[in-house]
Nanobody
Framework: QVQLVESGGGLVQPGGSLRLSCVAS????????MGWYRQAPGNQREWVAT???????NYKDSVKGRFTISRDNAKNQVFLQMNSLKPEDTGVYYC??????????WGQGTQVTVSS
């Protein structure tokens, strides 16, 4: 079983930045691709970005050019640098693997609120 712990969220004004972190512990497959997901109030959880073990990245169109996903394989950590934040980026952010076809159990997530 894998445990996921996200951190780094907070309240930020539009145009601001945050850096989210995720630590995965447990039996982690060597070649697993990781992703960030978010859930806004009243909405379903949605995909934001993914990164392969080798560092190939992919982003939801609405965050391209503003968000950067990265990882530290040695420490089983995944990061999401978020710049130029907008109110529509508000939500609870989660990390998890790319589904194969299932996800690991979700962590508690970290709240990101973009508001003036």
């Amino acid at each position: 079983q894998v445990q996921l712990v996200e951190s780094g969220g907070g309240l930020v004004q539009p145009g601001g930045s945050l850096r989210l972190s995720c630590v995965a512990s447990g039996r982690i497959p060597f070649a697993v691709s990781m992703g960030w997901y978010r859930q806004a109030p009243g909405n379903q959880r949605e995909w934001v970005a993914t990164i392969t073990r080798g560092g190939i990245t992919n982003y939801k169109d609405s965050v391209k050019g503003r968000f950067t996903i990265s990882r530290d394989n040695a420490k089983n950590q995944v990061f999401l640098q978020m710049n130029s934040l907008k109110p529509e980026d508000t939500g609870v952010y989660y990390c998890n693997k790319v589904p194969t076809p299932d996800y690991w159990d979700w962590g508690q997530g970290t709240q990101v609120t973009v508001s003036s």
